[in-house]
């Protein structure tokens, strides 16, 4: 989990620290070749590509499908997207993928997982971006999103629902960080699914 997770922070650390979205382009592109590759050749010497083909190569996950996590991270690169669909799509390619790879590695699915991923991604852009337009954009889409994924009784994969739980809770303004009142809900999600 923590490599599936580091290599989100790789990814989002390009698109923060891009000032030009060619470089970024060029950037997340050698990334989404990299992890192409990770399925039929072995890694270059890169620490956390090494550490990725470890999960491959145990059959627990794809290089293709992590690489479409760069897809999702370079909608942002362009800066005349803001649209709603951009920050939708954005959300599906990089939380949605994130998600299915994580409860892969767990060996369990759950049918919210994707949608899950998609809100987890839409939270975490919006406690992150400076913009106010694309923060209120991403708020208002978790939200939105809360009642498809915590509507109905998680079965399996609580503890990658329990992300998307914490992140719905910090975008809807409901309890501090590690507070008390989170802390509590997360836990009552993860013995009883809901």
């Given at each position: 989990m923590d490599t599936l997770f580091a290599l989100d922070r790789q990814l989002g650390n390009i698109v923060r620290t891009t000032e030009q979205p060619i470089v970024g382009q060029m950037r997340l592109t050698w990334w989404y070749e990299a992890l192409e590759k990770l399925d039929h050749a072995p890694p270059p010497a890169q620490p956390l590509l090494r550490a990725l083909a470890g999960l491959i190569s145990e059959g627990r996950v794809a290089g293709r499908d992590l690489a479409t996590m760069t897809e999702g991270w370079e909608v942002l690169l362009d800066r005349e997207r803001t649209a709603a669909d951009t920050l939708t799509q954005f959300a599906h390619l990089r939380g949605a993928t994130l998600f299915r790879a994580a409860t892969a590695l767990l060996g369990e699915d759950d049918p919210q997982v994707a949608q899950a991923g998609a809100l987890w991604a839409f939270a975490d852009l919006a406690a992150n971006v400076s913009q106010e337009a694309i923060r209120d954009q991403a708020t208002a889409a978790a939200l939105d999103l809360?009642?498809?994924?915590?509507?109905?009784?998680?079965?399996?994969?609580?503890?990658?629902?329990?992300?998307?739980?914490?992140?719905?809770?910090?975008?809807?303004?409901?309890?501090?960080?590690?507070?008390?009142?989170?802390?509590?809900?997360?836990?009552?999600?993860?013995?009883?699914?809901?």
């Open positions: 809360a009642d498809t994924v915590f509507g109905a009784r998680w079965r399996g994969a609580r503890p990658i629902g329990a992300l998307a739980l914490d992140a719905y809770m910090a975008a809807a303004g409901r309890g501090f960080a590690n507070g008390p009142r989170r802390a509590a809900r997360t836990v009552r999600f993860r013995m009883i699914g809901r």
